[in-house]
């Protein structure tokens, strides 16, 4: 069964700095992978997908991720935080005999000014 | 503007009254899903709907029923049944569940507080 792992439950970088947020999958085949955010007491928003093609993809509001098959790894990363990137951040991974998602525990970014 | 709702924003209930969680989309979207969010556990998929009048049950269904009477709505009941009904549930609707992991969007979301 396909399962995603988010390395560390709160991340904490200083505004202007570089956010690296961790999600690993695993998977027999190549998966489709999703970066939603939440903001507090808020739906999800999806930030970016990888399905196929070029592994560096660029999503909303700064953020890009780089599908690493080798690694099994989908990392999110923005050079340059900023307080409204303050929100809690999941990633998902599309099961292919039916497409559900399979969700990440989620990390909580936290934004020092 | 297209989107899906979600009503109320927060619901309180006593220990054994069922309860039913509205999710209304005018996306023209095929396939809806309920999710629970529980912090530190990410989402877990309650049941969810490819197209009207069919649904199957996901990872958690124990003491919930829905129902797919219309392609804009997909209400969930929280029922007696289920042994800890307090969480956060969100509703999603994506343009078809069966022929590609189209994105889902996500309603605002319901608190529920059973006390």
């Known amino acids: 069964a396909q399962s995603v792992t988010q390395l560390g439950s709160h991340v904490s970088v200083s505004e202007g700095a570089l956010v690296l947020l961790r999600c690993n999958y695993s998977?027999?085949?190549?998966?489709?992978l999703f970066w939603y955010v939440q903001y507090p007491n808020q739906g999800l928003q999806l930030l970016l997908k990888?399905?196929?093609?070029a592994t560096l993809v660029k999503g909303i509001n700064g953020f890009e991720a780089e599908f690493k098959k080798s690694e099994t790894s989908f990392h999110l990363t923005k050079p340059s935080a900023h307080m409204s990137d303050a929100a809690e951040y999941f990633c998902?991974?599309?099961?292919?005999?039916?497409?559900?998602?399979?969700w990440g525990a989620g990390t909580k970014l936290i934004i020092k000014p | 503007d297209g989107g899906i709702t979600q009503s109320p924003k927060y619901l309180f209930r006593k220990e054994g009254q069922n309860v039913t969680l509205s999710c209304e989309q005018n996306?023209?979207?095929?396939?809806m899903y309920w999710y629970r969010q529980d912090p530190g556990q990410g989402l877990r998929l309650i049941y969810y709907s490819q197209i009207v009048n069919d649904f199957q049950k996901g990872d958690i269904a124990e003491g919930y029923s829905v129902s797919r009477e219309k392609k804009e709505s997909f209400p969930l009941t929280v029922t007696s049944a289920q042994k800890n009904p307090t969480a956060f549930y969100l509703c999603?609707?994506?343009?078809?569940?069966?022929?590609?992991?189209?994105?889902?969007?996500f309603g605002p979301g319901t608190r529920l507080t059973v006390t």
């Open positions: 998977s027999s085949v190549p998966p489709y």
């Open positions: 998902a991974v599309s099961d292919r005999r039916n497409y559900q998602l399979i």
């Open positions: 996306l023209n979207h095929d396939a």
């Open positions: 990888y399905t196929t093609g």
């Open positions: 999603a609707s994506s343009i078809d569940g069966t022929n590609f992991p189209y994105e889902q969007y």
